[in-house]
């Protein structure tokens, strides 16, 4: 037996589409053209680590379109946050039971995990494992960079009989049976103005603010297009390229708005009317195409209070997993 | 001394410096230097300034800093940093560091060169000549991972991009879109005319850098049989 054998692995059965490899994302490297990536949706993969005693930035897959079939070669301890995938699990003595989301579970050795599809169309789902997906790291980073190839499994979206290395870990967490809860989208995309926000009219500032915004179908991990009356500027403008940062809401020439998402381009040249906060980034991962989304106006005090809350919550989340497991004890024996 | 930048805020944790009237065509080369320069002391007080990403732009520069839960917002100390640091800044290259990019002109490695000496009204080794003798300066990085933005392509050899985009135009591509000319680190759809091609991969995820170009840096392309 190779050694690559004797380690805990999982392997692809069914891989759904652009279903990837990913972390908190690559930083530090944008001067060099390198994208962000990572997880669309932090909070939600953050949960699933937290859930298994993770650090809380380890990589774990993110979900995309089912339908996904996992086998676990050895015996595991996953979680599932995000969006509901109707997730199965098939043991190999002829189990076949429901997997609820927001809560560890141990499997045995040679388990079958199937997810079947995004309970809302288009929205993300996170798995996570003990000890986390083991690839390499690529320039700081297990993120997967669909678009420039890299990082990740084999730098792509996982394809049938790919097989994933997991990491060790020390923790035995078993969390209680509270699990974590799911955060919902509000489809309320708090914003900053944005550093070209003064070369759009009046009209455009109005209808930013005030219209619902259609999520058109083209959108992606680089980017949420949005369909409305577009937006004019004063006069036309050619700006010269700059650095643009996911969130960065850019409107070209065609005045409908794109919200820059995690595997954005390091720079662009389109005006930038306004900003998303960081605490709201995370409902990009989960906006259905042919839904609508508003833009509410807010100060840089509430993006700051409302990034704050988030890093307690997992602070505070961390905490309690912690002590749960320790009040229920091990009830694996192990 | 330098003329200050406008500074914008962008999102709540970066900031947008424009060191060049915002509607210029191109910054001026000294101008740009002096960027460099100032990106190289930024990057020695990248941990004190609690700097994520340092990123400069064609006559602008974007920060994006780290805040810890409960300290204040750093924008105004940052801001009065960078427009102390920029005083300073000279426009000159100060370490600069000369990349030579070997690269197979023509053929199938280049199969735009005919047209492109058509439009400019010269030989194809012309071009090649023109192209290859050539200091350009890395303006910024962008679009893709390792793709620089360079500047200083001769006036003759400015050529308006094709009609049809390629749908793919591949990896190590070296080629000409106006008045640009670059590298394609990796294959993508493109306009660009594509008048050669590099072994060199200007871009690696296994080495530590990853880019083979940076900011600052002069690249000299020289004409060469490349084995494939």
Same mark, same amino acid.
């Given at each position: 037996?190779?050694?690559?054998?004797?380690?805990a692995?999982?392997?692809?059965?069914?891989?759904?589409?652009?279903?990837?490899v990913?972390?908190?994302?690559?930083?530090?490297?944008?001067?060099?053209?390198?994208?962000?990536?990572?997880?669309?949706?932090?909070?939600?993969?953050?949960?699933?680590?937290?859930?298994?005693?993770?650090?809380?930035?380890?990589?774990? *897959?993110?979900?995309?379109?089912?339908? %996904?079939?996992?086998?676990?070669t050895q015996a595991?301890r996953? /979680? $599932?946050? #995000?969006? &509901?995938?109707?997730?199965?699990?098939?043991t190999?003595?002829?189990?076949?039971v429901?997997?609820?989301?927001?809560h560890a579970?141990?499997l045995?050795?040679?388990?079958?995990?199937?997810?079947?599809?995004?309970?809302?169309?288009?929205?993300?789902?996170?798995?996570?494992?003990?000890?986390g997906?083991d690839?390499?790291l690529?320039?700081?980073?297990?993120?997967?960079?669909?678009?420039?190839?890299?990082?990740?499994?084999?730098?792509?979206?996982?394809?049938?009989?790919?097989?994933?290395?997991?990491?060790t870990t020390v923790?035995? *967490?078993?969390?209680?049976?509270?699990? %974590?809860?799911?955060?919902?989208?509000t489809?309320?995309?708090r /914003? $900053?103005? #944005?550093? &070209?926000y003064?070369?759009?009219?009046q009209?455009a500032?109005?209808?930013f603010?005030?219209?619902?915004?259609?999520?058109?179908?083209?959108?992606?991990?680089?980017?949420l297009?949005?369909?409305?009356?577009p937006?004019?500027?004063?006069?036309?403008?050619?700006?010269?390229?700059?650095?643009?940062?996911?969130?960065d809401?850019q409107?070209?020439?065609?005045?409908?708005?794109?919200?820059?998402?995690?595997?954005?381009?390091?720079?662009?040249g389109?005006?930038?009317?306004?900003?998303?906060?960081?605490?709201?980034l995370?409902?990009l991962?989960?906006?259905?195409?042919?839904t609508?989304?508003?833009?509410?106006?807010?100060?840089?005090?509430? /993006?700051?209070?409302?990034?704050?809350?988030?890093?307690?919550?997992?602070?505070r989340?961390?905490?309690?997993?912690l002590?749960?497991?320790?009040?229920?004890g091990?009830?694996?024996g192990? | 001394m330098?003329?200050?930048?406008?500074?914008?805020?962008?999102?709540?944790?970066?900031?947008?410096?424009?060191?060049?009237?915002?509607?210029?065509?191109?910054?001026?080369?000294?101008?740009?230097?002096?960027?460099?320069?100032?990106?190289q002391?930024?990057?020695?007080?990248?941990?004190?300034?609690?700097?994520?990403?340092?990123v400069?732009?064609?006559?602008?520069?974007l920060?994006?800093?780290?805040?810890?839960?409960?300290?204040?917002?750093?924008?105004?100390?940052?801001?009065a940093?960078v427009?102390?640091?920029?005083?300073?800044?000279?426009?000159?290259?100060p370490?600069?560091?000369?990349?030579?990019?070997?690269?197979?002109?023509?053929?199938?490695?280049?199969?735009d060169?005919?047209?492109?000496a058509?439009?400019?009204?010269?030989?194809?080794?012309?071009?090649?000549?023109?192209?290859?003798q050539?200091?350009?300066?890395?303006?910024?990085?962008?679009?893709?991972?390792?793709?620089?933005?360079?500047?200083?392509?001769?006036p003759?050899?400015?050529?308006?991009?094709?009609?049809?985009?390629?749908?793919?135009i591949?990896?190590?591509?070296?080629?000409?879109?106006g008045?640009?000319?670059?590298?394609?680190?990796?294959?993508?759809?493109g306009?660009w005319?594509?008048?050669?091609?590099?072994?060199?991969?200007l871009f690696?995820?296994?080495?530590?850098?990853?880019?083979?170009?940076?900011?600052?840096?002069?690249?000299?392309?020289?004409?060469?049989?490349?084995?494939?």
């Open positions: 037996m190779s050694q690559t054998d004797a380690m692995s999982i392997d692809v059965l069914r891989a759904g589409t652009l279903c990837s990913q972390d908190l994302g690559r930083h530090g490297r944008r001067h060099l053209g390198i994208s962000q990536c990572g997880a669309m949706d932090m909070l939600a993969l953050q949960q699933a680590n937290l859930l298994l005693g993770n650090p809380p930035g380890a990589a774990g *897959l993110e979900l995309s379109l089912g339908p %996904v079939q996992l086998r676990f595991a996953i /979680a $599932l946050t #995000g969006v &509901d995938f109707g997730a199965r699990l098939q190999p003595e002829g189990g076949d429901p997997v609820l989301s927001g579970l141990a045995p050795a040679g388990a079958v995990l199937s997810l079947a599809r995004p309970a809302i169309p288009g929205a993300r789902g996170y798995l996570t494992v003990a000890g997906i690839v390499p690529a320039l700081g980073s297990r993120s997967t960079d669909l678009k420039a190839g890299f990082g990740g499994h084999a730098g792509r979206a996982l394809q049938a009989g790919d097989k994933l290395p997991v990491g923790s035995t *967490l078993v969390t209680g049976k509270r699990g %974590v809860r799911g955060f919902a989208p489809h309320v995309l /914003a $900053l103005p #944005g550093p &070209d003064e070369r759009f009219t009209s500032h109005t209808g603010w005030l219209q619902p915004w259609r999520i058109n179908t083209q959108s992606n991990r680089m980017g297009r949005l369909n409305g009356a937006l004019a500027l004063r006069s036309a403008v050619n700006l010269l390229s700059a650095g643009v940062l996911p969130g809401v409107v070209p020439p065609d005045g409908l708005p794109i919200v820059l998402g995690v595997d954005c381009q390091t720079t662009g389109y005006p930038r009317i306004a900003s998303v906060i960081q605490a709201d995370w409902q991962a989960h906006l259905s195409p042919l609508s989304v508003y833009f509410q106006p807010v100060t840089h005090a509430v /993006a700051q209070q409302a990034l704050e809350r988030q890093t307690r919550y997992l602070a989340l961390t905490t309690r997993l002590v749960e497991a320790g009040a229920e091990r009830p694996d192990r | 330098n003329a200050a930048p406008r500074i914008t805020r962008l999102g709540e944790d970066a900031l947008l410096c424009h060191f060049t009237a915002p509607d210029d065509t191109a910054p001026p080369l000294p101008v740009q230097q002096a960027l460099w320069q100032l990106c002391r930024l990057e020695a007080e990248r941990a004190a300034l609690q700097l994520r990403e340092i400069p732009g064609m006559g602008n520069l920060l994006r800093w780290t805040r810890p839960p409960g300290s204040p917002c750093p924008f105004t100390s940052l801001q940093r427009l102390a640091l920029w005083r300073a800044c000279e426009a000159v290259a370490t600069q560091r000369v990349v030579t990019i070997p690269v197979r002109y023509g053929g199938e490695a280049g199969p060169l005919e047209d492109v058509h439009h400019c009204g010269l030989s194809p080794t012309k071009v090649i000549a023109l192209h290859s050539a200091d350009y300066a890395v303006y910024c990085l962008g679009f893709q991972p390792g793709f620089a933005y360079l500047g200083g392509l001769d003759r050899l400015h050529t308006p991009r094709r009609d049809t985009p390629r749908l793919a591949p990896a190590g591509s070296v080629a000409i879109g008045s640009q000319t670059g590298v394609y680190p990796l294959s993508t759809p306009g005319q594509v008048i050669g091609h590099t072994a060199l991969p690696d995820p296994t080495t530590e850098a990853g880019a083979l170009l940076q900011p600052g840096d002069t690249v000299r392309f020289v004409p060469a049989q490349e084995a494939t």
